[in-house]
Nanobody, 118 residues
Framework: QVHMVESGGGLVRQGGSLRLSCAPS????????MGWYHQAPGKQRELVAG???????NYADSVKGRFTVSRDNAQNTVYLQMNSLKPEDTGVYLC????????????WGRGTQVTVSS
C-alpha cells in the first residue's frame, strides 16, 4: 500500500536550517492538499504548514517567517524549508497528503526526526 516517505531530518544547532522532502512510496494519483505536521515529545501532533494544489499556503503562528512550504505537483512531492530553527522545533515531522479522488483518502508518512540543539 502506498504511503508517504519523508527525508531530510537531522541534528542541527539553534539558528540552523534544514530542508525536508516528502514523496509517495509508489505510483498514485494526484494530491490536492499536502502538509507537514510536528509531533513534539509528549505533545499532540499539530499542523505546521499546508499547501493546496494551486499553491495557497498556511502556517502555524510559531513558524511564520521561518518555514516555507512548497510542492512539485508533477512529482507529487512536498517540501519544507526550515530556517532559524529553535530547540522547540525539535520533534518528528510527518507528511500528509490528500488524494484528489473520491473519497479523498489521507496518506501519511512515518516521519523524520528533527533535533535542534541550543
Amino acid at each position: 500500500q502506498v504511503h508517504m516517505v519523508e527525508s531530510g531530518g537531522g541534528l542541527v544547532r539553534q539558528g540552523g536550517s534544514l530542508r525536508l522532502s516528502c514523496a509517495p512510496s509508489g505510483i498514485i494519483g494526484r494530491f490536492d492538499n499536502m502538509g507537514w505536521y510536528h509531533q513534539a515529545p509528549g505533545k499532540q501532533r499539530e499542523l505546521v504548514a499546508g499547501i493546496t494544489s494551486g499553491g495557497m499556503t498556511n502556517y502555524a503562528d510559531s513558524v511564520k517567517g521561518r518555514f516555507t512550504v512548497s510542492r512539485d505537483n508533477a512529482q507529487n512531492t512536498v517540501y519544507l524549508q526550515m530556517n532559524s530553527l529553535k530547540p522547540e522545533d525539535t520533534g518528528v515531522y510527518l507528511c500528509n497528503a490528500r488524494g484528489s479522488w473520491y473519497p479523498y483518502p489521507q496518506y501519511w508518512g512515518r516521519g523524520t526526526q528533527v533535533t535542534v540543539s541550543s
